[in-house]
């Protein structure tokens, strides 16, 4: 459609001007004026010319560079030379209209495809001045003067309020020791209007002086200002005059009136409520903004007339259409009025009312005694006074401070900010956290069939795919016939598909995953150990029933509570049922998943330590106790106070079984793997042993051979030493001793349990006395990894305390705290990878460190007294601990051998202020997006795609390009970086020489890692000269700004890092961007900073407490409620469209924008 083309070719239009306009992009309203100008030519010229590529650069963009550089680069005062926001504000005016935007000579303009062929049709406003010329003659647009005068003015509104209030505190203060009335006490205040009047004339005579003659102004608004000045200065002469009546004689003759002193306060009254008709106007527009918006934007030529005549620097207002909902202001207002009323009542009480005794005894020895000096009694009180008022007036910020802390506390509790303080409250609230996770972390596509669900079901095939309990501990040993049997059964599938269909599983499946992604990110980064990490990870085991097993640090001590429990209802006089002993537990899902898997974990690891020799025995013994489970009957056939024997010997053996990971296992076996013959006992059973064997013993004893006895025999001689083993067998025959204790002997079904475990206990071929059988069983388990993760999960279940699982690190808890806190906060809903926004992150770079090496580590610093290794490992003890077991060095002297310098060096980096760390962090989005787009079935070529797409970090090195030429060390570095993150760009600026005079082109540049170990460039940009005119980073950034692809760009510092858990939730905060609340979209989006430096010494700690104070706390509460936040800088993300329009997202002028990015938001 023609609206949609032109559209199209608006954007485009732009797009290309902006592109090649380089810093020319700090002055927007050049850019319009040049794009206006453009679009006129492309729309009235018939025949499209044909230029050279460069040809808008040569003959556009250069010639005002020129023009911008020679004024930036001047050594002259900022007085005398101009910068980038007073050549913007040239092109606010109409007179720029009367130029051309290309500084090309009309009669030398060809066609670049018939150079002899020149044009002769003039093209619109073809024969009017180059914009060049107009640059030059233009009046510097605005000038600030430098003087205290300048400080009043800007604080006039403040100071104003606090005399007028301060005397109004103390007309009352007065008119209370001194019983006024209430007429005298309304004459004696309104003598406020006469101070309001003369606070006016002083403020606009600074305007004045502000604005003369540097601000160029329209002659209505000069009149206006004139006429102002004169109008208020007569009122206040009549002002004088008539409170000069009003305290005068009851009776008098003035102006040829004969009135009373009433009839002349009422003349000031009227003529003073004149004079306030702008106060109240500016009033109404402040408790309703969108009238301000109406006014400013109104075309009716009255309002105009109003505008110009009693606010005459409103022309100079450019943020015209920025208000606030109506329910925000009223926020606003009632934060401002409670705090207004508390510092009036608090003030008038100790600082106002203190001084009226004071005073009145003053005058009243004045007023008494003829020989006291006016002069001496006037500098006595202004002495008393002056403290007082000094003290009114900066009390103000105590309170606010006061107000803020209240304010912050009652959006961080309506936000639920720090409800998760502790891993204590993690455990409480970790069963919530998936179905939080999942409903606002994930889109809606995540766990469709096509994803996780398919990985689940993938999942539990790989684990054998049993589709109950009882099946898999009744045949542990049958993985794979279980697996044939149930591909085999339509049945069973269905119901192990259904089971995993569940969506409750789906969703505790994928938040492990992340979760699981999570700590192996905190143990990359080394700030947990192995152990640690195994106690925080969601465990899974092949072969199991289900899915995943909660993390040793949610489990540990809830066996223990769950004793507590049951032996806190047992009464002597009385035998609860089973379902009243176990209801507590039931209730509780921590705990009832904690005892499953104790059942399943300790079953599996009894099983496999005893063998096959006891297989059948231990497996009769398991599905009778599961019998009685089912059936509610465990209270009949067991003694239920005695199961604590029972885990404390479970204990035991998994204390005594830990050896087993460190146990090296013999070359070959020590049995011969068959069960030896048994003979039927034909007398009396032995003392202690019931007439009871196995079935599976008598089986093995029909089909056992002489030559096989013999065998045996000759081999027991031999005596096999193991201590593990023999201490393995005393604590399995105390837990099988603890076992028998618990049985009710006097029960027909307990009764066979308990001979069961007797003839366990005696069997001379089993694991309690067949030597060599008992050290291949725990041979076989040291070669177990499943193993030996089941066993590491059940001793924290069974063994460890809540405090002894949980990690050391103080940065490890903080950050699991923040994000688990953050899943139970209020955050828009995740979009699919593929409606997501897309950003762009941005980091200016110089010469800093990139990545600190052997040199620069074991060098001693003057600053610390020791080497920088040195201290890194003093300061990270715990974390260098946990690098050496990551890299499974015991000797510190081999960090620096070939195969471990780089992780020394990057480990090293990680933990200093280096490029190294902030690409590693920032990287992070990558990772992040990779591992929800794999929740959400994506497959990696779409995802690979979606990469490109919506995520971008661009690290813009400035002297990049220089570094290579001169073979800086750090160069190679940010060489790795590209390596190791393909998805890392480099931007730079190249210089090089274009022709035998040494005249320099410079050139924007943008490389990446080729894949293959090389460096391949992306683009390279021409430039009208060196960009670096003014401050160097904003300028950087500009450079690097084309670049960018996103809707979105993030600002980093070369001093800030990333987290992987907060990473996941950057889509979350890109859709804040899609909330309006309010009239205005919202334009950045401000993220909090957490000080990593502030553990390096008390001095550091203090200022980060202040960063805190001021960025996180400070900026929370001008954002929620008082709705006023603008820009505090880095790591906020930008409106990438909305701020490239209106100047880029830093200001540059040198000398005058030192702090270059707070100016966004203005």
């Known amino acids: ?151 009043v003015m800007a604080l006039s509104r403040v100071i104003e309020w606090h005399i007028v209030t301060f005397y109004l505190l103390a007309v009352v203060a007065f008119s209370h020791d001194l019983v006024w009335g209430w ?27 502000a604005s003369y003659p540097g601000i160029h ?201 720090g409800d998760i303080r502790s891993m204590k409250d993690i455990r409480n609230s970790f069963g919530r956290a998936p179905e939080h996770f999942c409903s606002k972390m994930l889109s809606p596509d995540a766990g469709s069939r096509r994803g996780s669900s398919a990985s689940i079901l993938n999942f539990g095939a790989s684990e054998g795919s049993l589709d109950s309990r009882r ?138 330590l005893l063998g096959p020799v006891h297989n059948d025995d231990a497996v009769f013994i398991i599905n009778y106790v599961m019998k009685w489970v089912e059936n509610g009957t465990m209270s009949d056939h067991m003694k239920i106070a005695k199961i604590r024997g029972i885990v404390n010997g479970l204990v035991g053996l998994v204390n005594v079984l830990k050896g087993v990971s460190r146990r090296k296992p013999a070359l070959q076996r020590r049995s011969t793997g068959r069960k030896k013959s048994i003979a039927k006992p034909t007398g009396p059973p032995a003392k202690g ?48 001793n603890s076992l028998k204790g618990i049985m009710n002997a006097s029960d027909r079904e307990g009764k066979e349990v308990m001979d069961r475990l007797t003839f366990a206990l005696s069997m001379e071929n089993g694991f309690f006395w067949d030597d060599a059988y008992a050290s291949d069983a725990l041979d076989d388990l040291s070669r177990s990894d499943i193993f030996k993760s089941v066993l590491t999960k059940l001793q924290g279940l069974v063994a460890c305390h809540p405090d002894e699982v949980e990690p050391k690190s103080k940065e490890a808890r903080r950050r699991l705290t923040f994000f688990v806190n953050s899943l139970f906060m209020d955050m828009p809903n995740a979009p699919s990878i593929h409606d997501m926004f897309s950003w762009n992150v941005l980091t200016p770079y110089y010469k800093e460190t990139v990545t600190l090496n052997k040199s620069e580590l074991e060098s001693r610093s003057d600053a610390l007294g020791v080497s920088t290794m040195l201290y890194l490992q003093t300061l990270f003890k715990p974390d260098w601990a946990n690098f050496l077991e990551r890299m499974g060095l015991q000797d510190e002297e081999k960090v620096w051998s070939k195969e471990v310098a780089t992780e020394t060096r990057q480990w090293a980096s990680i933990r200093a202020q280096t490029l190294n760390r902030t690409v590693s962090g920032m990287m992070y989005f990558e990772k992040a997006l990779r591992l929800l787009a794999n929740l959400e079935r994506l497959d990696d070529d779409t995802t690979n795609d979606l990469m490109g797409e919506k995520f971008g970090y661009i690290v813009s090195c400035q002297v990049y390009g220089q570094m290579k030429k001169d073979q800086d060390p750090k160069a190679e570095d940010i060489d790795d970086l590209m390596h190791r993150y393909p998805h890392l760009r480099i931007a730079y600026i190249d210089a090089a020489r274009i022709n035998r005079s040494g005249e320099m082109g410079f050139y924007s540049c943008l490389v990446k890692s080729d894949g293959n170990g090389g460096i391949q460039e992306i683009y390279r940009v021409r430039l009208p000269g060196n960009p670096i005119l003014g401050e160097g980073k ?97 790591p906020d993300v930008f409106d990438k469209l909305f701020f490239i329009t209106r100047g880029g997202i830093s200001k540059s002028s040198k000398g005058i924008n030192l702090s270059e990015d707070i100016f966004a938001g203005y």
């Open 217 to 417: 102004l329209a002659g209505t608004s000069i009149f206006g200002s004139v006429f102002v000045l004169v109008a208020r200065f007569l009122i206040l002469v009549y002002q004088t005059l008539y409170l000069m009546w009003t305290y005068g004689p009851s009776k008098g003759s003035y102006l040829g009136i004969e009135a009373d002193s009433t009839f002349w306060w009422w003349q000031y009254v009227w003529l003073s409520l004149l004079c306030m008709i702008p106060y109240i106007v500016e009033a109404v527009t402040n408790l309703v903004p969108s009238i301000t918006t109406k006014l400013f934007t109104s075309r009716n030529d009255y309002i105009q007339t109003f505008l110009n005549i009693l606010f005459p620097i409103s022309r100079l207002y450019t943020a015209k259409e920025m208000h606030e909902s109506f329910k925000h202001t009223t926020v606003y207002v009632f934060f401002w009025a409670t705090l207004i009323s508390w510092k009036l009542y608090f003030s008038y009480v100790f600082e106002v009312y203190s001084m009226v005794l004071p005073t009145i005894e003053l005058t009243d020895d004045f007023a008494n005694y003829p020989e006291q000096s006016f002069i001496k009694m006037s500098l006595l009180l202004g002495l008393r006074w002056l403290p007082q008022f000094i003290v009114y007036c900066i009390d103000m910020s105590i309170w606010y401070s006061v107000w803020q802390a209240f304010a912050g506390t009652s959006v961080g509790f309506s936000d639920h900010l």
């Open 689 to 736: 042993i019931r007439r009871s064997i196995s079935a599976g013993a008598l089986s093995a004893g029909n089909v056992a051979q002489t030559p096989l006895v013999q065998t045996q025999k000759k081999d027991e001689n031999v005596v096999i030493i193991d201590a593990l083993r023999d201490q393995t067998r005393d604590k399995c025959r105390a837990f099988v």
């Open 1 to 151: 459609p023609p609206s949609v083309a032109s559209r199209v070719v608006d954007l485009v239009m732009f797009f290309c001007v902006w592109g090649e306009a380089c810093n020319i992009r700090h002055m927007p309203e050049c850019l319009w004026f040049l794009y206006h100008k453009m679009m006129e030519e492309y729309t009235m010229e018939q025949n499209q010319r044909s230029l050279y590529a460069g040809h808008f650069l040569d003959c556009v963009v250069t010639p005002i560079f020129k023009i911008l550089s020679a004024n930036m680069k001047s050594n002259a005062d900022h007085i005398n030379k101009r910068n980038y926001d007073d050549f913007n504000e040239f092109f606010w005016s109409r007179d720029c209209l009367q130029y051309r935007y290309s500084c090309e000579d009309p009669n030398e303009r060809t066609d670049s495809e018939d150079p002899n062929n020149r044009l002769t049709t003039p093209l619109p406003g073809e024969m009017q001045q180059p914009i060049t010329v107009g640059m030059l003659n233009a009046p510097k647009t605005f000038l600030e003067k430098r003087s205290w005068l300048r400080g």
């Open 1034 to 1130: 904003p300028e950087n950034q500009n450079h690097a700004m084309i670049f960018s692809r996103g809707e979105f760009v993030q600002t980093i510092d070369m001093n800030q890092e990333g987290y992987f858990e907060e990473a996941l939730k950057m889509r979350n905060a890109l859709q804040e961007f899609a909330k309006r609340d309010g009239p205005m979209p919202t334009t950045i989006l401000g993220l909090r900073e957490h000080i990593f430096t502030g553990s390096v010494s008390s001095l550091a700690n203090y200022m980060a407490l202040q960063e805190t104070s001021f960025v996180t706390l400070g900026q929370r509460v001008l954002t929620k409620p008082l709705c006023i936040r603008l820009h505090y800088g880095h």
């Open 471 to 608: 099946q898999s501990l009744s045949n542990p040993n049958l993985g794979k016939e279980g697996q044939s049997l149930l591909g085999n059964d339509p049945h069973k599938l269905q119901g192990y598909v259904n089971r995993l269909l569940d969506v409750r599983i789906q969703k505790w499946v994928m938040f492990s995953t992340v979760w699981n992604e999570v700590i192996d990110h905190f143990r990359t980064e080394d700030l947990i150990s192995n152990k640690e990490r195994d106690y925080l990870k969601f465990s899974r085991f092949d072969g199991f029933s289900q899915a995943i097993y909660l993390p040793v640090f949610q489990t540990a001590g809830v066996v223990e509570e769950a004793l507590d429990l049951l032996e806190g209802q047992m009464v002597d006089d009385y035998q609860p049922t089973d379902n009243e002993l176990f209801k507590p537990i039931l209730n509780h899902v921590t705990m009832r998943t904690a005892i499953a898997e104790v059942w399943e974990l300790g079953s599996h690891v009894l099983l496999k």
């Open 183 to 209: 007429v005298v006490t309304l004459e004696v205040a309104s003598g406020v209007f006469w101070i309001f009047n003369a606070l006016s004339i002083i403020w606009a005579l600074l305007e004045v002086w």
